[in-house]
């Protein structure tokens, strides 16, 4: 079945920094990657997406790459500020599946000011 | 963004009842939602994919018996949980999209303990 690695589970970082998070698809036909942050206690926000034509994106701090080839797609956060402290996830979703979302386990992101 | 409302928020219950969660988009019409389980400092889960008008699509490992989805409208969809028991104790949470590739909303989730 479909299948999303994500790491790593904890980070933590010096505000300022930048936060790389790494996620890996099992799903060659996957073709839509979105990135949610959760803070605690509360639902899941989208914070940028990726279509499988693109390569880059990007949004202020955050950028999302994307490598089709490896299947692996990555959150880049600049500048890191530490009410960017929560738990992040990636998905992968293909279209012929009414568009379900595969999450992978999640990340811990601690900014330390 | 859209809004999805789900509730209860939180219910307690006792061992062998069931509890009905609702998940609402309120400013969209929603053809799919998805119901989703997810345990303290974890993932979340895909439950099931429920579709309107249509019987609901669980993934696997999933009791479709124990897990009751009806999807009565475009913008309703419900989650039983039926003769819960302890270990069905955990947080649901809902999402609807418009469409894919669009922007997944998500409830504000229910905790749900079985006593």
């Known amino acids: 079945g479909e299948n999303v690695e994500q790491h790593p589970s904890t980070l933590s970082v010096q505000e300022g920094d930048s936060a790389v998070i790494k996620c890996t698809y099992s799903?060659?036909?996957?073709?839509?990657f979105p990135w949610y942050k959760q803070e605690l206690g509360k639902r899941p926000q989208l914070i940028i997406d990726i279509r499988s034509n693109v390569g880059e994106k990007k949004d202020q701090r955050i950028a999302v790459t994307l490598n089709k080839t490896a299947k692996h797609f990555s959150l880049h956060i600049t500048e890191t500020q530490p009410e960017d402290s929560a738990v992040y996830f990636c998905a992968a979703s293909r279209y012929n599946q009414g568009g379900k979302l595969i999450f992978g386990q999640g990340t811990e992101l601690s900014v330390k000011p | 963004g859209a809004v999805v409302s789900q509730h209860p928020s939180w219910v307690i219950c006792k061992s062998g009842t069931s509890v009905k969660i609702e998940c609402r988009s309120l400013?969209?019409?929603?053809?799919?939602m998805f119901w989703y389980r997810q345990f303290p400092k974890q993932s979340l889960m895909l439950m099931a994919t429920s579709n309107e008008g249509s019987k609901a699509t669980y993934e696997q490992g999933v009791e479709k018996d124990k897990f009751l989805i009806n999807h009565a409208s475009l913008t309703l969809s419900t989650l039983t949980v039926t003769s819960a028991h302890p270990e069905d104790s955990s947080f649901y949470i809902c999402?609807?999209?418009?469409?894919?590739?669009?922007?997944?909303?998500f409830g504000q989730g229910t905790r749900l303990t079985v006593v």
């Open positions: 799903d060659s036909a996957s073709n839509y």
């Open positions: 400013d969209f019409q929603a053809t799919t």
């Open positions: 999402s609807a999209r418009t469409g894919w590739g669009t922007e997944a909303f």
